[in-house]
Structure formats: structure tokens, C-alpha cells
């Protein structure tokens, strides 16, 4: 089992790096092995929106000689199974994070044109874990989980399941909560003993 670990955060060290960690724990007690892939390490330029993606169906962005993007596509695109760790910022998604989703576009006009590529790409799930500092607010992982969703559609990939964490907000606050660090570590561990079984049984959490 290929499994890549995105680590959203643009601060080294903080919960939702725990977040990843305690995850990989888990995928590798469970036999599995994984590749944490840390978006703050690469350099991604936004998408401006130039219509060469949608012109050429799905062709090649200008972009991607010019930044990191294409690496993390491509783990993305090989992978057996996929897990995000991102804090909450304003209700969404950090900045780093949103620009590679945006970049995503290409695959989405590659997918809406039936490139081969694409149609070739076997059907696979993600689970993700989102950190917010706030305790309160009824649709606080809404918007970040829809984003999520849809961004990952064109490559094949369900989201499923999606931890949300609340009020875990200072440096360490997450590694002073062992209930939370187990569920992470206990999530990762089940969910890589149904994918090395070929058992892909679906829950949500929040």
C-alpha cells in the first residue's frame, strides 16, 4: 500500500503535524508504509486563471516548470490511499494549501476531456484531519471538507472519513491530549488494515 501524508500547515512542529504523525504511527502498526509530504517545504505558484488548461483540455500547466507542483500531483496521482492534516484558518484552508488545490484545475479539465490518464485511475479514498482553534461553530470544517472533496473528485479519490478537532489552537495543545492522539493514531491503523485487506468499509467522523 503507497500511502502519502499531506501536511498542510505553514508552521513546522505544530498540532497538525502531530496530527500526521500520530496517523503514520498508526498506518505503520498496521504494516503499512507512508511518505509525508510537507506543502510548506515546496514552492507553489497560484493559479492565474490563463485558460491554457481548459484551451488544451487538460494539456500540460505553464506553470509547472516553474514551481513544485508537479511532484505532489504525481504522488498524488499514484497513491493507494491519501491523508491531509491541515489547521483551520478563517473557516477554511490555509492559504499553500488552497494555491495546490487550485493548481488542481488541470486535472479537472484533463478528467472533463476523458483524457486516458484520468480514466485510468483506479477509484481510492482519502481521510483528512482538520485542526481548529475555535471550540464553537456549527459549520466550522464545512467549507474546508467541500473544497476537499471536490479537488480530489477528478483524481478518483473519496474523501472519507474527515476528523474535525476543535479548540486545539497553542503549539502542543494536541500532544497534551492523548484521547485525541489515540483516536488519530487508532483512525490510521484501522483504516490501513482495511486497505491492506482490500476491505474499504466507509465511516465519517467529526
Do not use: W
Given at each position: ?24 504511527q498508526?498506518v ?73 488545490i ?30 481548529a482553534?475555535?471550540?464553537k ?5 464545512e ?29 502542543g ?8 492522539c ?25
Amino acid at each position: 500500500m503507497r500511502c502519502t501524508l499531506f501536511a498542510a500547515s505553514p508552521r513546522a512542529g505544530g498540532n497538525s503535524d502531530r496530527a500526521l504523525d500520530e496517523f503514520a504511527q498508526g498506518v505503520r502498526e498496521a504494516g503499512g508504509d507512508c511518505n509525508a509530504l510537507y506543502l510548506r517545504k515546496h514552492r507553489i505558484l497560484p493559479c492565474v486563471s490563463c485558460g491554457v488548461c481548459e484551451q488544451t483540455q487538460g494539456g500540460p500547466c505553464p506553470l509547472a516548470e516553474k514551481d513544485d507542483s508537479a511532484p505532489l500531483f504525481d504522488a498524488l496521482l499514484s497513491s493507494d490511499f491519501v491523508f491531509f492534516a491541515s489547521p483551520i484558518y478563517f473557516y477554511h484552508l490555509p492559504a499553500h494549501f488552497k494555491a495546490f488545490i487550485d493548481r488542481g484545475q488541470r486535472y479537472y479539465e484533463a478528467a472533463l476531456a476523458n483524457r486516458s490518464e484520468m480514466l485510468a485511475l483506479p477509484s481510492r479514498r482519502a481521510a483528512a484531519c482538520l485542526v481548529a482553534g475555535r471550540k464553537k461553530g456549527e459549520r466550522l470544517f464545512e467549507g474546508a471538507a467541500l473544497t476537499l472533496s471536490f479537488f480530489l473528485e477528478p483524481f478518483r479519490i473519496r474523501l472519507e472519513p474527515q476528523m474535525g478537532l476543535r479548540g486545539i489552537d497553542a503549539s502542543g495543545d494536541l500532544a497534551s491530549n492523548p484521547t485525541d492522539c489515540a483516536f488519530i493514531r487508532e483512525t490510521g491503523y484501522r483504516l490501513a488494515l482495511q486497505e491492506l485487506s482490500g476491505k474499504n468499509g466507509s465511516s465519517t467522523m467529526s
